[in-house]
């Protein structure tokens, strides 16, 4: 065998190896539904944004090396987030991060599979989740209106906090 036959045929071999590697390296798709712009969810202005992309890189899921994030926005339109819902669930993403309970709840609707990650509020009174404590299906996430029952708590920790309040 000639020497240059045998360099060609270990580049080949290299090239071929590297792309293989690259393969397994699986990249998630993450569709996030915001209820009103598109622009918002990477609003530099926005400490939840922010937060919420800090902490994926801080767990190892970096945009545009192995997740693959698509924005989707209802314009501010509640009209037509069934059909938004419908469209992303079309598009088979891994997971759907789902910003207000009425996204949530389209999202729902329109698929049997993907679990949905939701940030909103009454997610038990709207029916998204059986209770806080196990919400069921697969629906998960954060309720920052968590029901009537946490103003009783709320105010015995500010009484904790200031017992000289009144």
């Known amino acids: 065998m000639r020497r240059r036959d045998f360099t060609i045929g270990l580049l080949v071999a290299a090239k071929a190896s590297t792309a293989w590697s690259q393969q397994l390296v699986t990249q998630r798709r993450m569709a996030v539904v915001e209820a009103n712009f598109v622009a918002s969810i990477d609003d530099p ?7 919420f992309w800090q902490e994926l890189r801080r767990l190892g899921d970096a945009e545009g090396q192995n997740l693959a994030v698509e924005r989707y926005a209802g314009e501010g339109r509640p009209e037509g987030y069934a059909d938004l819902a419908r469209e992303v669930v079309r598009n088979n993403p891994d997971v759907i991060v789902a910003v207000t309970d009425a996204i949530a709840a389209a999202a729902h609707e329109a698929n049997n599979t993907t679990p949905i ?33 946490i103003w009783g708590k709320l105010l015995q920790i500010l009484k904790e906090a200031v017992p000289s309040a009144s």
């Not at 202005?45 to 937060?51: D, E, I, K, T, V």
């Not at 990650?117 to 697969?138: C, D, H, Q, T, Y």
């Open 45 to 51: 202005g926005s400490r939840l944004w922010q937060a």
């Open 117 to 149: 990650v939701l940030i909103g509020g009454a997610v038990v009174e709207n029916g998204l989740a059986a209770s806080l404590a196990r919400p069921g299906g697969k629906i998960t996430g954060i309720d920052v209106y968590a029901g009537d029952e």
